[in-house]
T-cell receptor, first 115, second 110 residues
Framework: EPEVTQTPSHQVTQMGQEVILRCVPI?????FYWYRQILGQKVEFLVS????????KSEIFDDQFSVERPDGSNFTLKIRSTKLEDSAMYFC?????????????FGPGTRLTVT | GIQVEQSPPDLILQEGANSTLRCNFS?????LQWFHQNPWGQLINLFY???GTKQNGRLSATTVATERYSLLYISSSQTTDSGVYFC????????????FGSGTKLNVKP
């Protein structure tokens, strides 16, 4: 069964460094998402992406964050200058179409630790 | 936005017991999904259920969209059912964005 994959599974970085989290969505899906979960808290929406542009973003997704689909398979989340409070699990998700009619499929997550 | 509330926040069961988890939402939704977050942090899709009833083995779910709630039933619970159960909804007026509840933390004891 096709699945969303994410790399790395765990990333440790120093405050102020740039990180890129990578995701490979399911191949025929058109919508892509990033969510984050601070330890012990609920999952929060960051951004959705369709047709090579941002469809929706939350207040969390400020100028420090960016997303890109550099080729036909990868979907990346970049944090330009990490802060301690960026430590969280980051989930990528994809869906075949807009979620009004299709479910979202989540990847296993990347645990980001900022020291 | 939309408020998503789950109850109970914590639940302890003896293996073999049944349970019902509830998800209430404050407005109309297009989409609702239930997830199980395992001890490794992975979110496992359980049900895509914007309305109606579905069953998958020992798990079943019912969503009554007009009354703004969904229920997840776990029968004959096993220790491997332990973890956190989240419901997530897509607000009718805000596509392509899931709002998650705070989850129900389930601990099934042998």
């Amino acid at each position: 069964e096709p699945e969303v994959t994410q790399t790395p599974s765990h990333q440790v970085t120093q405050m102020g460094q740039e990180v890129i989290l990578r995701c490979v969505p399911i191949s025929n899906h058109l919508y892509f998402y990033w969510y984050r979960q601070i330890l012990g808290q609920k999952v929060e929406f960051l951004v959705s992406f369709y047709n090579n542009e941002i469809s929706e973003k939350s207040e969390i997704f400020d100028d420090q964050f960016s997303v890109e689909r550099p080729d036909g398979s990868n979907f990346t989340l970049k944090i330009r200058s990490t802060k301690l409070e960026d430590s969280a699990m980051y989930f990528c998700a994809s869906s075949p179409s807009g979620t009004a009619t299709y479910e979202q499929y989540f990847g296993p997550g990347t645990r980001l630790t900022v020291t | 936005g939309i408020q998503v509330e789950q109850s109970p926040p914590d639940l302890i069961l003896q293996e073999g017991a049944n349970s019902t988890l509830r998800c209430n939402f404050s407005d109309s939704v297009n989409n609702l999904q239930w997830f199980h977050q395992n001890p490794w942090g992975q979110l496992i899709n359980l049900f895509y259920i914007p309305s109606g009833t579905k069953q998958n083995g020992r798990l079943s779910a019912t969503t009554v969209a007009t009354e703004r709630y969904s229920l997840l039933y776990i029968s004959s619970s096993q220790t491997t059912d332990s973890g956190v159960y989240f419901c997530a909804v897509e607000y009718r007026y805000n596509f392509n964005k899931f709002y998650f509840g705070s989850g129900t933390k389930l601990n099934v004891k042998p």
